[in-house]
């Protein structure tokens, strides 16, 4: 009989990799002893995090060797097999078939692989120690285990004439589980009779007034020793019924789209930034004339801004007051190309925390959520993510909805199901960022789900993920087909330049495989505002048609121009008005004026930069006693003029607290997989310690023996916690005794031997050996824990 | 698929390259389904509406027909979404059916009963069907099938109309093998009109919709002769009325004693009968007094001239006739009020349908030449508009006096060409007609007057005329081959086209027909003509655009 750490102990290097590789936290950081990691690896956080990450066959037989453990089975791989896998013919006791048994076995290694089941004795298998309390409160539907002066009820009573009818039916029912059922209320229901016999037999027995569970050993009678009616099988992936065709097109038309409304929510910030509410988000409002503008609905827009946020395309000013505009790298995003441009987008969607699908909802407070709030992020969005993708990318060219990826999920990971409206809201936005097409997964969505989960995407990826886009994208066009009626269609994706002319110099009717544009007065003028001028816009038209410019279209161009700045505007901060024009004769020259920035706009009006005071002065010191007046022209005095003292910003400037939802996302990488190399270097370090530690105890072995005393604190007790709790997870599995050293509560230490029976709730029960009594110890206070050495 | 004359858009329009080779055959492949939207010079454009893909449901296609043309010739993918919805809508028709029960009458059937449920639950189908047969079948007031169709289509589940059409009273008509206004010379259909006219007799009852001059009073001779039956023609106006008349003597075997006219001035109910539009809708006492003629006769064939302007209470009297068969024509289905969809769904679907353009090429129609003359106006006029309130804006740059000079300048151009001068305020004409010497006809001018001046534009004996938007339809001048709009009522596109209309007729030595239309820069008149002229701009009609300053002084 050995202990689990004495197992561990035992592993073989490439056994201690892959199970460092699979338990990532075992690794990392880096225990200090073999000791530790045994004791870390029967923590309770890392138990569940390990069955977390279990799928529904593995956690079956994990359930089901728990359950056979507890009852003190001998839990080997025949017995599991038998108490799992379904028998070949249904209803007798023929052995499963092959296919099943090899399952269970393989899942068996796998879980032994994990550390999750260990071998106490070669071919027999038992949960790690602490495992029993991450199990569901009913494991495998199974109720509580008999007590011990319960006696075991024999099925055959059942079958006797005595049993009322209907008593079978009763335990039929829970047999299954929940092995929870109530008792009637009323001494007049049929069932009201066979569940006090089934009480008075002991095949149930009453936990409170109303209810009843069956006990474990009765339930597995019934079940004829099986714990489970087999491995639940996987669900089944959806359909393919789509062609790459389809997916690529359509990816590539929903890629092209999200790259456009991004840049067009830079271009339409870069002139007017977006207020940030005190809260540090997008207004309702705000949001909603973005949609107008973009022409999305609401939800689309809040993924399109939050996905420029996540590419740091945009970001809080910080300003005051504070608004969202462009970044600097929103200005190397624009140059870029089209993949490119859209695997930045990508890449960043992979790695990033944050959730847009919760903008509109509530909090806890009751606030509604808004877009670019920098709360507006959840630490487990990059790990589902990662997870939606690869389910999806199992089913290649099927279109996938939310409910089969959770019913996926749900298999694999039933310790944590991701909520649906999360999946749906990701698979949305998978779907605007071409990530996937027609909800099949595309190229790109391919490539990421290949990666590792929780990774930045590095360089080579990034390109990778823009040559997806690049061999889907139709070949640009450069031709516009202009027409009478004041239309133009390019047949097809417009090259950068054409894109870029059109968008200046026409509005947009209708995108899709080919763009028809309009020519209006307004349209033209934007060009014109643009910096374009009449030719150089009919020059580059008439470059990229086919044919002449139409008439109208031509007209249409020169018109707008002969209109164009025919009304003219410019800054000024005063002016002077004469009606005289001799007195402002030599005014703008004079260089000693040039402080005042004067300029003439009429002959007798000059506007100045300068603010009306200064001018005052300065044409007073000139002697032109010149008098300050009004919008009305009515003459006001100059000392009104006083400039007062503005009191600089009555509300105090937010905290930035922006910075943090730049990029919202947590640490990347902790888990990510660990170089099997690295792992290597760690357990033969590990082992290396082991070594050195076993010298430095026999050595000192002569004065450990006399371990029985009380008082000093021994060099074999551990100071680590963690270490701690496992040697008592251990030694509760196992019933050995240990060496407790405990703080009273004036901070002394006193240290008893004592048998653990249970660590729960931050509660360590326990058997003190030499006063047998019970006690109870807060795990705060435990000091320190030392195996007592077998006698 | 790489090199197809169609694109397909996401919001649901088809581009069809018109210089591709395939793109007639994808035109024709497309036609049952799509409706032509516009039809410039390079690209043509189509839309995919529920209404159309119902229609080629009703005429025997189904989706898969429709996604095999578009992926057939599509030179890009077509997005995937667009498919599924066109399957999605055409799957939506014929839940429902209309079909007369040996016993119940007219009841309306459904294939999917959570459909029935659903429009039986809506309020709009309250009172339009009688009680309940059993699971899948309920009675339908016969009298308000129109109606029931009407709201079912608006519920999106259309019923398919299997109940069929009364043959109404048989009556001999056939079309004449020759035309006396040509020495009785040899005519037949042009194979458009041939195609029209088969198009609306396979589909029962119809739209047909021809350019100005293609001929559609021929249209509508030949599905008399096709029917065979008694008929009643809607048309707008008396003289329209007259113009139909003339026309059928000459065109079909029917003589003067068949034709009769139920207008303000006779009422005359005969095998063929001729009313207007205004009598039908005259009220007395709240009361329409002349409805009992649409039950007069057990009529076989309803036609309804220049349905574009169907006004309201047609619309709801249309609706109880759903059970004889319907034509309607027209040039240009656009309405201003968006109601197009209400003639599609109580006359019949949109049966035939040619780009001006084509039949231009063709020979049927003169080749146009639109020009918009743009004046500027004068300092003081400038001021004046500037600051006037702005609803009397459009009036005053509308009546710009620079025009009258301008119209003076084209007159000239024109020396001797028959010439009509069309306007909207009576003011502008008159001092038009006053500033050119020329003849007016107004809505005030007596009928009798009207068909002087027209005779005498006719034989060539005036050859301008000032005329108001009386002259906006179905008048009939064969020679007009100038048409100087001054101005209309604001942005209509229908009216602007029924102007072109008038110089359309095939001219005798294969001239050019030229279309004016005077504007006044920077003023809400030079916006209205931008939008007026969209219909026929679509349709390839490119106007040209020259300054006043830039025309020939003469």
């Known amino acids: 009989m050995v202990t689990f750490s004495d197992w561990l102990r035992a592993r073989s290097d490439e056994q201690f990799v892959a199970l460092l590789s699979r338990r990532g936290d075992l690794a990392s950081p880096s225990p200090s002893t073999l000791l530790s990691l045994a004791a870390r690896a029967t923590s309770r956080a890392s138990l569940l995090r390990a069955a977390a990450a279990l799928d529904a066959a593995h956690l079956t037989v994990l359930e089901s060797v728990a359950v056979l453990d507890a009852l003190g089975e001998e839990a080997t791989a025949d017995r599991v097999v038998a108490a799992i896998a379904a028998p070949s013919a249904p209803g007798t006791q023929d052995p499963p078939p092959p296919d099943d048994a090899a399952t269970v076995r393989a899942l068996l290694e796998d879980l032994t692989t994990l550390a999750l089941l260990w ?105 004829s020793g099986r714990t489970h009616q087999g491995l639940p099988p996987a669900p089944p992936l959806p359909i393919p019924t789509l062609t790459p065709e389809t997916v690529d097109a359509e990816s590539a038309r929903a890629a092209q789209e999200i790259v456009r409304r991004v840049a067009q929510v830079i271009s339409l910030w870069q002139t007017t930034p977006a207020p940030a509410l005190r809260s540090g988000g997008l207004g309702v409002r705000e949001l909603r004339r973005l949609a107008g503008q973009l022409d999305a609905d609401e939800a689309a827009t809040a993924v399109v801004v939050e996905l420029a946020l996540m590419a740091a395309l945009i970001a809080d000013d910080s300003g005051d007051p504070a ?42 407070r009751g606030a509604l959520r808004s877009a670019l709030e920098p709360e507006l992020h959840r630490v487990w969005v990059p790990r589902l993510r990662s997870q939606v993708l690869r389910v999806a990318a199992q089913a290649p060219l099927a279109a996938v909805d939310a409910e089969s990826v959770v019913a996926v999920l749900a298999w694999r990971t039933p310790r944590s199901v991701p909520p649906q409206a999360a999946v749906a809201a990701l698979l949305h936005e998978a779907a605007l960022l071409g990530v996937t097409g027609a909800d099949a997964l595309a190229a790109g969505g391919l490539l990421l789900a290949a990666a590792p989960p929780l990774t930045v995407l590095d360089d080579d990826a990034h390109r990778a993920l823009a040559d997806t886009l690049e061999r889907t994208l139709p070949e640009p066009v450069d031709e516009v087909l202009l027409q009478g009626d004041l239309t133009g269609i390019v047949p097809g994706r417009p090259t950068p330049e054409l894109e870029a002319l059109l968008a200046d110099a026409a509005e947009v009717e209708s995108r899709g495989g080919a763009i028809t544009v309009r020519f209006t007065a307004a349209s033209v003028i934007r060009a014109l505002d643009a910096g374009r001028t009449a030719e150089d816009l009919l020059a580059d038209l008439a470059r990229h048609s086919r044919s002449a410019i139409p008439q109208p279209l031509d007209y249409l161009v020169h018109d707008a121009a002969r209109r164009h700045g025919q009304v003219r505007l410019g800054v000024a901060a005063s002016y002077i008005r004469v009606d005289d024009p001799v007195l402002l004769a030599g005014l703008v020259e004079d260089p000693a004026l040039s402080a005042l920035g004067l300029f003439r706009l009429a002959p007798t009006v000059l506007a100045s930069t300068a603010p009306a005071s200064q001018l005052l002065t300065a044409l007073r010191e000139r002697g032109l006693a010149p008098a300050m007046e009004d919008a009305e022209g009515k003459v006001v005095h100059s000392d009104r003029l006083t400039p007062r003292v503005r009191v600089p910003g009555r509300r105090s400037r937010r905290a930035s607290q922006h910075s943090r939802a730049v990029d919202g996302s947590p640490e990347h990488g902790t888990g990510g997989a660990l170089r099997t190399d690295r792992l290597q270097a760690l357990v033969a370090r590990l082992r290396e310690q082991h070594q050195l530690t076993q010298e430095r105890r026999a050595q000192g072995a002569g004065s450990a023996g006399s371990l029985g005393g009380t008082g000093t604190p021994s060099e074999m007790g551990t100071p680590d916690p963690l270490v701690a709790l496992g040697l008592l997870r251990e030694a509760a599995a196992d019933g050995h005794e240990v060496w407790l050293e405990v703080a009273g509560p004036t901070g002394a230490l006193t240290r008893r031997r004592v048998r653990p029976l249970r660590i729960d709730a931050g509660r360590l029960r326990a058997v003190d050996v030499a006063r047998e009594a019970e006690l109870t110890v807060a795990v705060h206070r435990i000091a320190g824990v030392e195996p007592v050495a077998d006698a | 698929m790489a090199d197809g004359p169609l694109i397909v858009q996401s919001d649901k329009t088809l581009l069809l390259e018109v210089d591709h080779p395939q793109a007639d055959a994808a035109r024709r492949a497309i036609a049952p389904f ?25 005429a025997g296609h189904d989706a898969e027909q429709v996604v095999n043309v578009l992926l057939a010739f599509s030179r890009y993918s077509v997005p995937h979404a667009l498919l599924v919805d066109v399957a999605e809508t055409m799957s939506r028709y014929g839940r429902l059916q209309l079909s007369q029960h040996p016993v119940h009458g007219l009841v309306l059937t459904s294939t999917d009963r959570a459909v029935l449920a659903e429009v039986l639950k809506s309020k709009r189908t309250a009172g339009l069907v009688g009680e309940r047969i059993d699971e899948d079948t309920v009675v339908v007031h016969p009298s308000e099938r129109g109606h029931l169709k009407q709201v079912l289509l608006k519920l999106g589940w259309p019923a398919e109309d299997l109940a069929g059409y009364v043959d109404g009273e048989k009556h001999p008509i056939a079309l004449s093998p020759t035309d006396p206004a040509h020495g009785d010379a040899p005519w037949e259909l042009r194979p458009y009109q041939e195609q029209a006219v088969d198009g609306f007799w396979h589909g029962g009852s119809g739209v047909v919709v021809l350019p100005c001059g293609a001929g559609k009073t021929i249209v509508g001779a030949g599905a008399m002769a096709r029917s065979a039956t008694t008929t009643l023609i809607l048309v707008t106006n008396t003289v329209s009325a007259r113009q139909w008349r003339d026309e059928l003597l000459r065109r079909t075997t029917l003589t003067e004693d068949e034709i009769g006219e139920y207008s303000g001035a006779r009422k005359e109910v005969r095998p063929v009968t001729i009313a207007t539009y205004q009598v039908l809708t005259t009220k007395r006492k709240g009361v329409y007094t002349h409805l009992e003629l649409l039950d007069a006769r057990d009529w076989g064939l309803v036609i309804y001239d220049e349905v574009h302007l169907l006004p309201a209470p047609i619309f709801r009297m249309t609706a109880d006739l759903q059970a004889r068969r319907r034509l309607g024509l027209t040039a240009t289905l656009v309405r201003e009020d968006g109601r197009e969809d209400e003639v599609f769904s109580l006359i019949g679907p949109k049966r035939y349908d040619a780009p001006w353009k084509d039949i231009e090429a063709q020979g049927y129609i003169a080749p146009a030449d639109c020009v918009e003359v743009r004046l500027t106006l004068p300092e003081r006029d400038r001021m004046l508009y500037a600051t006037a309130e702005p609803e009397d804006k459009y009036r005053l740059a509308a009546c710009a006096p620079g025009k009258n000079q301008i ?112 504007v006044a820069r920077d003023t809400v008149d030079q916006d209205f003509a931008a939008h007026r002229q969209r219909f026929l701009a679509e349709q390839g009609y490119a106007y040209r655009i020259v300054d006043a300053d830039d025309l020939p002084v003469t």
């Open chain 2, 407 to 518: 119209v003076e300048q084209l007159v000239a151009r024109h020396q001797g060409d028959p010439t009509l001068i069309i306007g909207q305020y009576i003011d502008q004409l008159e001092e038009l007609a006053d500033h050119l010497g020329a003849q007016i006809i107004t809505g005030a001018t007596s009928v009798r007057e009207r068909q002087r001046l027209f005779d005498a534009f006719r034989t060539g004996e005036i050859t301008t005329l000032v005329v108001s938007k009386v002259a906006n339809f179905s008048i009939d001048l064969p020679e007009a081959s100038v048409a100087i709009q001054v101005s209309g009522s604001f942005g209509s596109r229908q009216e602007e086209a029924q102007r072109l209309g008038r110089i359309m007729r095939p001219k005798a030595d294969g001239r050019t027909a030229h279309f004016y239309a005077v």
């Open chain 2, 34 to 58: 799509a409706e032509l939207e516009r039809a410039p010079e390079h690209v043509h454009t189509y839309r995919l509406t529920p209404l159309g893909l119902w229609n080629a449901r009703a």
């Open chain 1, 119 to 223: 071998h106490p004795t070669p071919g027999t298998y038992r949960p790690a120690p602490g495992i029993e309390e991450t199990l569901d409160a009913y494991p495998a539907g199974l109720g509580p285990a008999l007590r011990p002066q319960d006696t075991r009820p024999d099925l055959a009573l059942l079958d006797s004439p005595d049993a009322p009818a209907g008593a079978r039916a009763i335990l039929t029912a829970l047999q299954w589980g929940p092995p929870v059922g109530r008792i009637p209320a009323s001494t007049d229901s049929p069932t009201y009779t066979p569940t006090r016999w089934l009480l008075d037999h002991g095949f149930l027995r009453q936990v409170d007034a109303h209810h009843v569970t069956l006990p474990r050993e009765v339930a597995l009678d019934l079940r």
């Open chain 1, 323 to 364: 608004t969202f505009a462009p970044t600097d790298t929103a200005d190397e995003w624009l140059a870029a190309d089209l993949p490119t441009r859209w695997a930045t987008l990508v890449a960043a969607w992979f790695a990033s925390a944050r959730a847009p699908w919760l903008v509109g909802t509530r909090d806890d």
